[in-house]
């Protein structure tokens, strides 16, 4: 795998997708967040059918109707407002940059600074139709907007990654 000198700059656009992505669950555990949001549903729903009958304020569907529009909320409106402020604020993120991948490392280099990393130091990547997340740790990743690559070398690149870090997470 070799891919030379693909010129890029991050759009607000791509930090909120990536944000997206690197927020988005696991399928083990999207299925136990669906097994218990329809537990929950299921509770809210007779919750207020009893409000309705009795008059009475039953707390629980109170608390679950609200954590369920918190959940909403938070990934349509405040995790996008969060990306787009630290791309403002992160004049790293906006700068454009160089990729080169190798076989042997991924290397980025802008006006910031240049990084050259073995393939051993990335945990493992996730993609969506936008990006891919290239992950030193659960909590720190490199993003690479797909829009810097052919159809063609995404899919040798998307075969190389899974050689070298498994199944995309």
């Known amino acids: 795998m070799h891919m030379t000198g693909s010129r ?3 759009t607000a656009d791509d930090v909120v997708a990536a944000y997206r992505l690197h927020h988005r669950l696991s399928r083990r555990w999207l299925v136990v ?15 207020v059918r009893i409000m309705l009958q009795s008059g009475a304020v039953y ?3 109170l608390i679950m109707g ?3 529009l918190f959940l909403f909320v938070n990934r349509w409106i405040l995790l996008p407002r969060r990306a787009r402020r630290i791309f403002q604020e992160q004049k790293s993120l906006q700068g454009e940059f160089e990729v080169t991948i190798s076989n042997d490392v991924f290397a980025s280099v802008s006006d910031y600074g240049a990084t050259r ?14 990006v891919i997340l290239l992950y030193q740790s659960r909590a720190l990743f490199q993003i690479l907007p797909k829009r810097v690559v052919t159809a063609e070398e995404m899919g040798q690149f998307r075969m190389f990654l899974g050689k070298q870090l498994g199944p995309a997470a």
């Open 8 to 10: 890029c700059r991050l």
């Open 33 to 47: 967040v669906v097994f218990v949001g329809i537990l929950i549903l299921f509770q809210f729903y007779s919750g």
């Open 59 to 61: 707390w629980p569907a």
């Open 66 to 68: 609200f954590a369920i």
């Open 117 to 130: 990393q073995p393939w051993d130091d990335f945990v493992r990547w996730k993609e969506d139709p936008d």
